[in-house]
């Protein structure tokens, strides 16, 4: 897996939309772009991934830059319960993951 | 999709005692991965389980210390040996499915 830089923590507040950024200038050219999160004292959780072109679901948009060196999560509107961990991960499906440090989300009222 | 169930969800243990995180999959697959995550940490690979052959460690862990079984293609236990106050802390498996990976609810370990 791609080694990937996230800071270590940010705030939102509640019914913004958080923008989550990651770097992963050394992924390479078929690896994809996964976001998990891991929400205290729980197993992580996928959220999305891609390739090259932008990526939304039910839960997040997912932005990756055309040089694919990074991209942000995007949650339209979040929630308290949106608190979490959240690990950038470059990888190939099927394989294990390597979790770096993530980014802790605070979502406060 | 897989839904993972992952037992004991935590215990307390003495030091120099052992103790047994058992993993099932709702379904086939060829490879389970074991993970530890200390307190305030991320997650660390600790070894992954194919079917039919010897679990391969990641460095810095040894089956001496982790071992592994996996008797099936829905099942597989994560033996902590010999434990000691450092070996507090979470411990996950998980499945490599496409496009996504599972993981199980982790056992919270706490050696005292």
């Known amino acids: 897996d791609a080694k990937t830089t996230q800071p270590p923590s940010m705030d939102c507040a509640e019914g913004r939309a958080a923008n989550l950024p990651c770097n992963h200038s050394?992924?390479?050219?078929?690896?994809?772009v996964y976001w998990y999160r891991q929400i205290h004292s729980q197993g992580p959780q996928y959220i999305i991934h891609?390739?090259?072109n932008n990526e939304t679901n039910e839960m997040a948009s997912l932005i990756i830059t055309e040089d694919r060196k990074s991209s942000t999560l995007i949650l339209p509107h979040a929630t308290l319960r949106d608190t979490a961990v959240y690990y950038c991960?470059?990888?190939?499906?099927?394989?294990?993951?390597?979790f770096g440090g993530g980014t802790r989300l605070m979502v406060k009222p | 999709s897989a839904v993972i169930s992952q037992k004991p969800s935590r215990d307390i243990c003495q030091r120099g005692t052992s103790l047994t995180i058992q993993c099932q999959v709702d379904?086939?697959?060829?490879?389970m991965f074991w993970y530890r995550q200390q307190p305030g940490q991320s997650l660390t690979l600790i070894a992954t389980?194919?079917?039919?052959?010897?679990?391969?460690?990641e460095s810095g862990f040894v089956i001496d210390k982790f071992p592994i079984s996996r008797p099936n293609l829905t099942f597989s236990t994560l033996t902590v040996s010999n434990m000691s106050p450092e070996d507090s802390s979470i411990y996950l498996c998980?499945?490599?499915?496409?496009?996504?990976?599972?993981f199980g609810q982790g056992t919270r370990l706490t050696v005292v």
């Open positions: 991960i470059g990888h190939n499906a099927g394989n294990m993951l390597t």
């Open positions: 379904s086939q697959v060829t490879m």
């Open positions: 891609g390739l090259k």
């Open positions: 998980s499945v490599a499915g496409v496009p996504e990976a599972f």
């Open positions: 389980a194919n079917q039919g052959s010897e679990a391969t460690y």
């Open positions: 050394t992924i390479s050219g078929n690896e994809y």
